[in-house]
Each structure stands twice: as C-alpha cells, then as structure tokens.
C-alpha cells in the first residue's frame, strides 16, 4: 500500500472529498494536496497540451510520491507525461472508465458520460475507448447546462442537483458516468436505476492499493 499520496487538483473543493474519503476508507493514508486552478482554466481556453509545461514541473516536483491527478480534463496529460519524468501517475477516473465499460458490456454497452464543462468530453471518451480495448461501446455525451456557473459560485447544492436532474434524465444508457470528481456527490441525490458512477472513490483506491475499489 502507498502511504504517502500527491494529489494535484484544480479546484480547492476536492480536498475535503479525498480527505473524508482517505478517514474512512484508507486510515493511515498521508495526502499531501496540490490545487492549482489556472490549470483547468488554461486547457479550457487553449486545449489540454498547453498545460504540458506547468504539469512538467508540477510533476517533476512530487519528490518521487505517486500523483493522482482529480482533474478530468488535465490527467491523460499527466500520465502521458509520467514515463519522461519517471513518476507514476494515475488520473482519477481510469478506475471509473474500467468498471463503466465492465457494466456496460454485460448489460447492453451504452454509457452516457455527464460534465459539467465540455473540455471534460474528449480525454473522457478517449479514456473510455482505451479502457474498452477493441469491445464495443457506445458512448453518448450530456452537458449539464448552467452547472458548472453554480460551481463557480460557490452553489455545491445547486451544482450537484443539477448533475442529479441530469442524470435522472438519461434513459437510453446502460451505465452513467459522472466525469467530473466534483460531481461525485450528485450520485447519492439520483433516483434512476441505471447504474451511476463517480470517480474519487475508486481513483483514490487504485492509487493506494494499485486495485479499483
């Protein structure tokens, strides 16, 4: 098990998430929390590739610890830099993106993917498609409108109902896929049957015992 954790975030409001989650499922876990929000700011306005330059040194800086990067938009930059930098790196929805395409096979192989902000949708897909590796699936996009101006504002309330709506909505998936880890919370407030899945649980299992939880 992995007992000293970096984690890389681009908002402050996932701290107290993997915090609550490392008290009550890993005790014992040392988290040390890197929030760097212009991050998400700069791949949203010019494309993920332009945070290559900052995530190198971010990364190059972890003093050799394990990073999980929680930002949906920014990790496959992340891990695709992590072989160059000789640190092991893990985005937090891989494990979330393997047991998607794990229900959606069994069940029918439609996943609807949830975000609040479009910069979410391609690594995303991308991500979905790799953990498929040759299965066939059929991936459907929703952007929760309005969401993302409640999280800005500090609306969590607003913000997670919004994502619960939209999720409630979905009719034609076999699976749902919250791609955000802000949007985890949400998955408590739906009243569908279909199978909802969040990624901070999972991602931060993987990350410390090297196993989805």
């Given at each position: 098990?992995?007992?000293?954790?970096?984690?890389?975030?681009?908002?402050?409001?996932?701290?107290?998430?993997?915090?609550?989650?490392?008290?009550?499922?890993?005790?014992?876990?040392?988290?040390?929390?890197?929030?760097v929000p212009e991050l998400l700011d700069r791949a949203r306005a010019q494309g993920p590739d332009a945070?290559?330059?900052?995530?190198?040194?971010?990364?190059?800086?972890?003093?050799?610890?394990?990073?999980?990067?929680?930002?949906?938009?920014?990790?496959?930059?992340?891990?695709?830099?992590?072989?160059?930098?000789?640190?092991?790196?893990?985005?937090?929805?891989?494990?979330?993106?393997?047991?998607?395409?794990?229900?959606?096979?069994?069940?029918?192989?439609?996943?609807?993917?949830?975000?609040?902000?479009?910069?979410?949708?391609?690594?995303?897909?991308?991500?979905?498609?790799?953990?498929?590796?040759?299965?066939t699936v059929s991936v459907r996009t929703h952007l929760v409108a309005g969401a993302w101006e409640r999280?800005?504002?500090g609306d969590t309330a607003g913000y997670l109902g919004l994502v619960a709506e939209a999720a409630d909505?979905?009719?034609?998936?076999?699976?749902?896929?919250?791609?955000?880890?802000?949007?985890?919370?949400?998955?408590?407030?739906?009243?569908?049957?279909?199978?909802?899945?969040?990624?901070?649980?999972?991602?931060?299992?993987?990350?410390?015992?090297?196993?989805?939880?």
């Amino acid at each position: 098990m992995v007992t000293d954790l970096l984690l890389l975030h681009t908002s402050p409001v996932h701290v107290p998430v993997f915090e609550a989650l490392r008290d009550r499922d890993h005790p014992g876990a040392v988290l040390r929390h890197v929030v760097v929000p212009e991050l998400l700011d700069r791949a949203r306005a010019q494309g993920p590739d332009a945070v290559v330059p900052a995530l190198r040194g971010l990364l190059g800086d972890s003093g050799g610890a394990p990073v999980l990067v929680t930002c949906s938009t920014i990790g496959a930059v992340a891990e695709f830099l992590a072989p160059e930098l000789g640190v092991r790196v893990l985005r937090v929805d891989r494990p979330m993106a393997a047991a998607a395409v794990r229900a959606a096979v069994r069940t029918g192989a439609r996943i609807a993917v949830l975000a609040t902000v479009e910069s979410t949708f391609a690594p995303t897909e991308e991500l979905l498609a790799e953990e498929a590796a040759g299965r066939t699936v059929s991936v459907r996009t929703h952007l929760v409108a309005g969401a993302w101006e409640r999280f800005e504002a500090g609306d969590t309330a607003g913000y997670l109902g919004l994502v619960a709506e939209a999720a409630d909505a979905v009719t034609d998936a076999d699976v749902i896929v919250l791609a955000q880890a802000s949007m985890a919370d949400a998955a408590a407030l739906v009243t569908t049957r279909i199978p909802v899945l969040a990624s901070p649980g999972p991602g931060l299992a993987a990350a410390l015992h090297g196993a989805p939880a």
